[in-house]
């Protein structure tokens, strides 16, 4: 597995679908994942450090695991397949270790509320590479290799705040 980190956010000009960007941690390895909005605004506002009066879905998901003393270990995005990632949540409850089955923006999202590593399997990479989302730049053409170049290049303070 790799460690990535989360890189920011930012917004697909041609779906106007936000994307979440992950880099590993030499900054050589990057990781652009299609996200839903109401995602995007869960890892936006816990990236902005942004505090809500009443506790959003995450957080709830937070305070329940601090409740019954599990700590969320880590989380893995997994696999890929027909252009949707698959990412597992691991929960440590006292001796007991358990692998949940999540989206990877919500594992995402908790994992940036528990400061837990974020790992992505390498043929993941490999595979991301090779199959961008329907309707997407394919990497061989021109296009995809304009995006590809941008998001190697891309640096945190590329993001700027994102407001959802």
């Known amino acids: 597995m790799i460690r ?18 992950l880099k590993d941690d030499s900054g050589e390895r990057t990781l652009p994942i299609w996200i839903g909005l109401l995602e995007a605004t869960a890892i936006a506002s816990e990236l902005e450090n942004v505090e809500f009066s009443r506790p959003m879905t995450h957080d709830l998901f937070r305070n329940v695991l601090g409740e019954l003393g599990a700590k969320l270990e880590r989380i893995e995005v997994i696999d890929l397949k027909d252009n949707t990632y ?24 908790l994992a ?53």
């Open 4 to 21: 990535m980190n989360v890189a920011g956010l930012t917004i697909d000009p041609l779906t106007n679908s936000p994307i979440i960007i």
């Open 86 to 109: 698959y990412a597992l949540i691991h929960l440590g409850v006292a001796e007991r270790r358990m692998k949940i089955d999540a989206r990877p923006s919500d594992a995402i999202a």
């Open 112 to 164: 940036l509320r528990h400061k837990a590593p974020i790992f992505v399997a390498p043929e993941v990479l490999d595979m991301s590479q090779l199959s961008p989302p329907e309707g997407e730049a394919q990497v061989g053409t021109e296009e995809g290799k304009k995006w590809a170049e941008v998001l190697e290049s891309l640096s945190p303070e590329d993001f700027g705040k994102y407001k959802m």
